[in-house]
């Protein structure tokens, strides 16, 4: 295993500590909503470590859908000015990327690395791009949800929305490329994901 493949691991055993964490402290507090999250944020981070997602994906994964909760639970998004814009660059993207992995873990979509007629060089790219696009798309959904069932729960508009899918798109453009590159870096085993 390599140094960045130790390290990367050892960032996703960090981040499911602090999701489990998360959930005991928010329960203990009675905050029955943020520890409900972090136990499925936990249960999520999970798998994707089972589908064998390659440690840097899951590593940025997991520090990023820990950021975008935490900016929930704690209301970052309204006190920190831009969070919410880089949340939304970073976490469909990371997403995406995390769901082709295990697309191809699952030998639902061909694997970046093979380089046979049946996979252009750029579908990764293109994958990567519109799933993360579309989960831009649902998440805005959620959030026009909230908004008309609790109005002072998240006060959106057509701006932020429109900033929202926009960044989402960009980031999950970049996570593509990432893929690509990643697969790009030399031909290593269908397993050696580790």
């Not at 905050?31 to 798998?47: E, I, N, S, Y």
């Not at 030998?107 to 293109?126: F, G, I, M, N």
Request: charged share 15%.
């Amino acid at each position: 295993m390599s140094t960045s493949s130790r390290a990367g691991a050892w960032i996703f055993v960090a981040a499911v500590g602090a999701a489990v964490a998360s959930a005991a402290v928010l329960g203990l507090m009675q905050r029955w909503d943020g520890m409900l999250r972090f136990a499925a944020v936990t249960v999520v981070l999970l798998l994707t470590r089972r589908a064998k997602v390659p440690t840097g994906f899951v590593a940025a994964f997991s520090v990023l859908v820990l950021l975008a909760m935490w900016g929930s639970v704690q209301h970052w998004y309204a006190r920190i000015p831009h969070f919410d814009t880089l949340v939304h660059v970073l976490t469909p993207g990371s997403l995406a990327a995390v769901s082709y992995f295990l697309l191809v873990d699952a030998r639902l979509l061909p694997d970046a690395r093979a380089r046979d007629r049946a996979l252009r060089e750029w579908a990764p790219v293109l994958w990567v791009t519109l799933t993360g696009s579309v989960a831009a798309v649902l998440w805005e959904y959620y959030e026009w949800v909230v908004e008309q069932i609790s109005p002072q729960g998240m006060l959106v508009g057509y701006t932020d929305t429109v900033v929202d899918l926009f960044a989402g798109m960009c980031g999950s453009w970049v996570a593509g490329l990432l893929v690509l590159r990643w697969a790009g870096r030399g031909n290593r085993s269908v397993h050696d994901r580790s």
